[in-house]
């Protein structure tokens, strides 16, 4: 397993990295793709770009997943990316757009994939026991629609299938309790992805 983990002192510090990773892609790269992650860790991420979007005009960005609601509430992964990024629309592909399984065919691999995860052991939008987690986990379909009752919003996400197209995938665990979920084993979500993805696997976290 080459999985690489790296430890950060905060949060920002992690971001920061990650950013310049992206950045160093973009200077080295014509139009490079990247795959990023909802939800909080992931803010100052969105702002550092927005502070140096002159060197984003020619990157594409979408989000790992998106909960289905309007793009002005918070809880929108899409809309919070762009709100804060203020990535313009030619460069997003939006998980909601009718032709966005056609799009996202026509993109070969990802550069890099910045992916959260939960305490449940979910990433993405790939929950355990839902009707298609199996599907998300195993199927050759790029995008998958989670209506579980029991999960609090309608979700769209990309599948681990489309995920591995990236070139590189950073994991953030940035609690004690997700660091330690990863060492279970118990055939959770996100032991799929460590499993299929170690060869180019990379876990931030931060104290």
Not at 29 to 44: A, E, H, Q, R, T
């Amino acid at each position: 397993m080459n999985t690489i983990n790296k430890r950060f002192k905060s949060l920002e510090d992690l971001n920061l990295r990650i950013f310049n990773e992206i950045l160093a892609i973009v200077k080295a790269k014509n139009n490079p793709c990247f795959i990023l992650s909802g939800g909080n860790s992931p803010k100052y991420l969105f702002k550092s770009i927005s502070h140096n979007l002159r060197y984003f005009n020619q990157s594409t960005f979408l989000m790992s997943d998106e909960r289905v609601v309007d793009y002005d509430d918070p809880n929108s992964n899409e809309g919070e990316f762009l709100r804060l990024s203020n990535v313009p629309n030619e460069n997003f592909v939006s998980l909601r757009d009718k032709k966005v399984i056609p799009k996202l065919k026509n993109i070969r691999s990802y550069d890099l994939s910045v992916l959260g995860m939960g305490s449940d052991g979910h990433f993405a939008s790939i929950f355990p026991d839902c009707v298609n987690t199996s599907t998300a986990l195993n199927s050759y379909q790029s995008v998958i629609f989670f209506e579980d009752k029991h999960l609090n919003f309608m979700r769209i996400s990309l599948s681990l299938n489309e995920i591995l197209k990236s070139k590189k995938i950073i994991l953030i665990a940035s609690s004690i309790n997700k660091q330690s979920l990863l060492n279970d084993k118990s055939g959770l979500p996100i032991h799929q992805l460590l499993e299929k993805a170690s060869n180019k696997l990379s876990i931030f976290n931060c104290d």
